[in-house]
């Protein structure tokens, strides 16, 4: 492959224009598909609004073409990311069909954010070429990328990915095996489970638990993750310490009952105004722009 590739992205919503403008930023041709006519037709300018927004040339987004025919994007393709919808049914199908309509030495990869890539891939004759890519929300603003093989995977294709992705300014992060939710989606919601039971079990409010973790561990982590933090204060100590506190973590093997209490509720989060809290639309808008800032902020001061 040749410095500049031919992107095709399936899927013209949240993520799917976001990872499109890593790569437009890039100078590569992108190429997106989208049943909704709607999201394509606003996707130069959704991109164009996040570039002025991060001080970046708004003309980048002429790099990214909208298509309304999935044979037609993804048929000179050189890598090919599926931003579809979370639902493996859905996926599996996709990729049979991108299998066939895209070149046959083209990269298919799945953005998902838990579906094992494996079950996504099972049906496919070429699943060599076949890896997960999970990129986190918003695309152009968090650098990781999980780069997810399966066992069919070629190891020198995932390099490639890998590669690719770090010449864009990401960060990739290479997932041996692939397992549902891979490396951060497991770590994020063993600390979110044991959150909720916290609440559930009337140890503190669910305004105070997001306090502890925002004025404490949570400072650390863009600098000190929790194996280097584990051999900072000694690997005697965090036996010591799990000793005591891992028996009474909490190990629900299945969703919480709290969670499911809350949606009987009508309790949904910021879409319906309740969740673990009650929000105002200024609460919600003022803390969607404090997380965009905060980001903004960290990939500034790296340089990013």
């Not at 099972?122 to 152009?140: D, E, V």
């Not at 561990?217 to 584990?230: C, H």
């Not at 799990?242 to 309790?267: C, F, M, N, Q, W």
Request: net charge negative.
């Amino acid at each position: 492959m040749s410095d500049k590739k031919t992107i095709a992205i399936v899927g013209a919503g949240l993520m799917g224009h976001g990872i499109a403008q890593v790569f437009a930023v890039a100078g590569h041709a992108v190429y997106v598909y989208d049943t909704s006519a709607d999201a394509l037709a606003s996707l130069q300018s959704r991109i164009r609004r996040n570039l002025l927004d991060l001080s970046q040339d708004p003309g980048a987004a002429e790099n990214v073409i909208p298509m309304e025919d999935l044979l037609e994007c993804v048929a000179s393709a050189d890598v090919v990311f599926d931003a579809g919808p979370e639902n493996l049914e859905f996926k599996q199908q996709l990729f049979v069909r991108l299998e066939a309509f895209a070149p046959p030495d083209a990269i298919l990869a799945s953005n998902t954010s838990v579906i094992p890539i494996t079950e996504i891939m099972r049906y496919l004759k070429t699943g060599h070429r076949a890896l997960g890519t999970h990129w986190w929300n918003p695309p152009y603003l968090v650098p990781l990328v999980e780069v997810i093989k399966t066992p069919l995977t070629d190891p020198a294709v995932a390099q490639v990915m890998f590669d690719l992705l770090a010449t864009v300014g990401k960060t990739p992060a290479m997932v041996e095996k692939d397992v549902a939710g891979f490396i951060g989606n497991r770590l994020q919601h063993a600390l979110w489970r044991e959150a909720i039971a916290l609440v559930a079990e009337g140890v503190c409010d669910a305004e105070t638990v997001d306090t502890v973790v925002k004025a404490s561990f949570g400072r650390r982590l863009p600098v000190l993750g929790p194996l280097e933090n584990a051999d900072l204060v000694g690997i005697d100590l965090t036996l010591a310490i799990h000793e005591t506190v891992l028996p009474a973590i909490d190990r629900t093997p299945g969703p919480s009952p709290y969670l499911e209490k809350l949606i009987g509720e009508g309790r949904l989060g910021m879409k319906s105004g309740r969740g673990f809290r009650d929000w105002t639309p200024e609460q919600q808008e003022q803390l969607r722009s404090r997380v965009l800032a905060h980001l903004k902020a960290m990939n500034a001061a790296e340089g990013r």
